[in-house]
């Protein structure tokens, strides 16, 4: 009989017990480990974690509690209702230029969730994942949690302090052999955002070296040069390994609703059908009537959200361009300001000081990935009282 894997662990309490090694080196998220700092203390402006400070609109919230006490209680489809999965396609149309398929959308229990899902569809363990980085992190730890290897290539600070992507680069480490490419525009932490031109020729290249495209559009209302950011899938064809992944989260402040949802290639909807039902089994059905009212009722709070966005992107910015110590640029898209400051060589070290010296709570820029040292992000999707608050507070910090 052969020896339990178990026995050497059971003599004592404290041995590990024996993980997956993928799971063994997980990071804890260096947002998490500062806004556990201060998460539960009233006197912190807390502008670390990705949300802004509105609750979901009572036109969304009422159609999902109605559905609840009418009974949608039971198990549902796994790839979402017919009816979120047509509103969805209905909503699409003006932002890409065409109306995609409903059989090619596929909601989900969140844009995490989608991630994951689209991950399991094509990474096999060891594949590299190029990521256009600084990043939100989440995405690398889930290249690492499914067995693949994650591979970040750095955006170049361009020449008025905001972001750019350097095309050879990206070209070189295609060249070496990647599966997938993962690219979030408007990106989190920068608020970096790929023009039309940019997303030809990283379409150009992933076509070239053959490799799947998971793009990151969680952020794609939140532009404050033009109405919604481009998306990679004006530009593919629909048979094409171009995955896109959105939330509700963020443009109709569903946080806590965990709803996103995929836009994919036909081939792959019944490919998700079968994987979501290892994962969640579907996405409540109840809550999805929300959804739908927010993609049919929700332009007018998305212009609400994106204004109030606008006003304290601004505000963040006047309150610390003229630091001399600070700099920064105005994000063209996301709700983030990912400023550097001279002489801050530990991010989360200097993210934990702001927390306990002056009551304000931001992400280091250390959490981003190798581009972020030195930097710190701060969610401005917020009232202007809270923002102008957390300036007054920091500013003798950075002066
Ligand atoms: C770039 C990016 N992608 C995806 C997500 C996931 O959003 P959620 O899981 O809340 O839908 C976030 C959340 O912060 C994000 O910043």
Redesign the pocket.
Known sequence: MPESQFSASTSSSSAPLPLRPEVENLDESGIVEVWKLGFSRDDVVGLWV?EGDLPTPDFISDPAIAALKSGETFYSQKRGIPAVRKALADYSAPLYGFRPDEERITLTQ????A?IVVLQAFLRPGDRVAIVSPI?P?IVSAVQLMGGEPVQLSLDHGPTGGFELDLNKLEDLLKTGVRALFI?TPG?PTGWMLDEAGIAGVLSLTRKYGVWLMT?E??NRFTYERRSAPSFLSQAEPEEPVIA?N?F?KAWAM?GWRL?WIVHPPMLGDVFDKIIEFNTSGAQAFLQHGAVAALKDGEPFVTEMVERCRRGRDLIYQGLADLPRVTLANPPGAFYSFFKVDGVEDSLAFAKRLVHEVGVGLAPGSAFGPGGEGHLRLCFASSEARLGTALERMRPLLS
């Not at 969140?110 to 969730?113: H, K, Q, S, Y």
């Open positions: 990705g969140g844009g995490m969730n991630m939100w989440n979030a989190n990151d969680v952020y992944v939330s989260s946080t996103g």
